[in-house]
């Protein structure tokens, strides 16, 4: 197989996979967070949950590689002034 195909051919799964699941997932769901309860599409459940996941991954990837989180060694800080 040429290796130019490979990335459509990928995508292409990608979007069945995800219209078979929205296809799947209209029904509504009584989500219940604190002390809201809120009725919404099972997808719209899903891409929420998904997004949170994304956003959090994207934080903890910026504090590691600004050195935040976690914190280096106290020998390997800079003395301050």
Known sequence: MNVRYVKPAVLLLLVAALLTVIAQNRAPVQTHFLLVT????????????????????????????RRVWPRPPADARQPEA
């Open 38 to 65: 809120v009725e919404m599409p099972h997808i719209l459940l899903l891409a929420l949950t998904a997004l949170g996941g994304f956003v959090v991954g994207l934080l903890v990837s910026a504090l590691r590689r």
